[in-house]
């Protein structure tokens, strides 16, 4: 059967402020970034990145990378939110409302 989600299934969500006025700052926040969507995260918004996770267990995986590659200076902040707690967040783009991402369609087996 084909289900978004599973039981256990949650959104990583990144959110950093990172300093970018030196040439070494902007690469290392460059490099930051590049490792996130290496990682599966796409841009929800800017310095804002989500990715979803089929359990608790790979979204700790996903968390330990993120925090392997953390840049020296700055502020990095992962949230860990449920398919449920996701689907309540409330998107605008002005005062028009937009749908919430869906989860990616994973297969289930029983």
């Known amino acids: 059967m084909l289900t978004f989600g599973g039981l256990n299934s949650m959104w990583i969500i990144v959110?950093?402020?990172l300093p970018t006025k030196t040439k070494i700052e902007r690469k290392r926040y460059t490099l930051f970034r590049k490792r996130l969507m290496k990682g599966g995260f796409s841009?929800?918004?800017y310095s804002v990145y989500m990715r979803h996770c089929a359990s608790d267990e790979n979204a700790r995986v996903h968390v330990h990378r993120v925090k392997n590659n953390l840049p020296p200076d700055g502020e990095v902040r992962i949230i860990k939110i449920t398919d449920k707690q996701f689907a309540r967040i409330e998107v605008f783009y002005g005062k028009k409302q937009k749908p919430?991402?869906?989860p990616p369609a994973q297969m289930e087996l029983f």
């Open 15 to 17: 959110l950093f402020d």
């Open 100 to 102: 919430t991402e869906k």
């Open 43 to 45: 841009m929800m918004q």
